[in-house]
């Protein structure tokens, strides 16, 4: 049985895959912290959304998580340019919640 995973083409199909999810993802506000302490289930989803085939390794959350902050910092650096701008920074409620204060 071969292990597509860590096959020769692999490193590239999880980096494009990683782009277009983080690509997604930053347009809602979630940081690579984030996505990294999202359950599987509510990442699967979050692909889903995204119209990406859930990624099977945790190396192109990890992937993601990067490109993220790396997309944050840029962004900080640049906030005057038009790709610097989130598009659907409300969404951000979807698939993170804040946390609930207990009642006192």
Do not use: F
Request: charged share 25%; aromatic share 6%.
């Amino acid at each position: 049985m071969t292990d597509y995973a860590h096959s020769g083409a692999a490193p590239q199909r999880r980096a494009q895959k990683a782009r277009q999810l983080a690509s997604y993802i930053w347009h809602r506000a979630i940081t690579g912290t984030e996505v990294l302490a999202m359950p599987a289930p509510v990442r699967r989803k979050l692909a889903r959304a995204a119209q990406v085939n859930p990624p099977s390794t945790e190396e192109t959350w990890t992937a993601v998580a990067t490109l993220l902050e790396e997309k944050d910092r840029w962004a900080a650096r640049h906030p005057e340019h038009p790709a610097a701008c989130r598009t659907h920074a409300d969404e951000k409620l979807l698939w993170v919640k804040p946390p609930i204060a207990p009642w006192s």
